[in-house]
């Protein structure tokens, strides 16, 4: 078995705050069942740990003499022979451990809580807040909030949050800014200043809106349409060639396939 002293030095006489503080630590240490707490073992490491602190000369708080008066009290109760005339339910009533059980329990749960809180703590110690913003330039009859409470500030905002939920999403559809009679203009007097033969990909050079590619397509269809001009692809998928019906290069083509 440890000495005492050794004891004393091995869980750290200085952290604990209190006799419950160094119960609890008692009973994490062996592993034991809160429930079912060997009484026995603990009074003695209990007491070995209050004789350790006399060894080396520390004072102990009338607080820890209380607590381990109790526990001798209940070590005595412990030892008493039960009756027999009692009982199941009296026995289980009749534990002496009881009363210090859901102490320890109280203990343990305000000890987690308090980790908790410490942790909190920590974290918030990491964030760098903004300083309140100074409002003291700001005349009294500018800034005056009178005769209203933290409820009134609490239902203006959830009528806002409210009333934006109910607000049914809007799609706007632009309108296009390309007439496509305007573009079946340009389309062909570009035809025209090329000497009659383009290809269609020079028509989308330098366009970059899907929707202004769409409408020069489109104008192209027109002019085919009105017999303006001629198209022709030899492949599927390939380029396609345009040409002015009437100009030069026109009637050395012979028939064209026209779309």
């Known amino acids: 078995m440890k000495s005492a002293l050794t004891d004393a030095c091995t869980i750290k006489l200085q952290n604990f705050e209190g006799p419950f503080d160094l119960l609890f630590y008692l009973i994490e240490k062996n592993q034991i069942d809160i ?11 209990y007491l070995d740990y209050l004789n350790a602190m006399q060894e080396l000369d520390l004072d102990i708080a009338s607080e ?15 030892l008493l022979p039960k009756r027999e005339s009692l009982s199941e339910e009296e026995a289980e009533s009749a534990d002496p451990r009881e009363e210090l059980i859901i102490k320890l329990l109280e203990y343990k749960k305000y000890k987690e809580i308090a ?11 990491r964030i760098i807040k903004r300083n309140p913003e100074d409002l003291s330039f700001l005349k009294k009859e500018e800034f005056s909030i009178t005769n209203l409470t933290l409820d009134d500030l609490m239902s203006t ?26 573009k079946i203009k340009d389309v062909f007097k570009y035809i025209c200043s090329c000497s009659s033969i383009i290809k269609f990909s020079s028509l989308l050079k330098n366009i970059r809106s899907k929707a202004e590619k769409i409408v020069t397509f489109l104008a192209v269809l027109e002019l085919i349409k009105m017999n303006k001009i001629s198209a022709e692809q030899e492949s599927i998928f390939g380029e396609i060639t345009i040409y002015r019906k009437g100009g030069p290069h026109h009637e050395s083509r012979g028939s064209y396939r026209n779309y």
Request: charge should be neutral; avoid cysteine.
């Open 115 to 125: 980790v908790e809180l410490k942790n909190m703590e920590a974290f918030q110690s």
């Open 35 to 45: 429930y079912d707490i060997p009484i026995l073992e603990i009074t003695e490491q």
């Open 157 to 182: 905002y959830l009528n806002i949050i409210n009333a934006e939920k109910r607000v049914e999403p809007i799609h706007i559809v632009k309108r296009d800014l390309i007439p496509i009679s305007r």
């Open 64 to 78: 820890f003499l209380v607590m381990a008066a109790t526990l001798l009290h209940i070590k005595s109760r412990m």
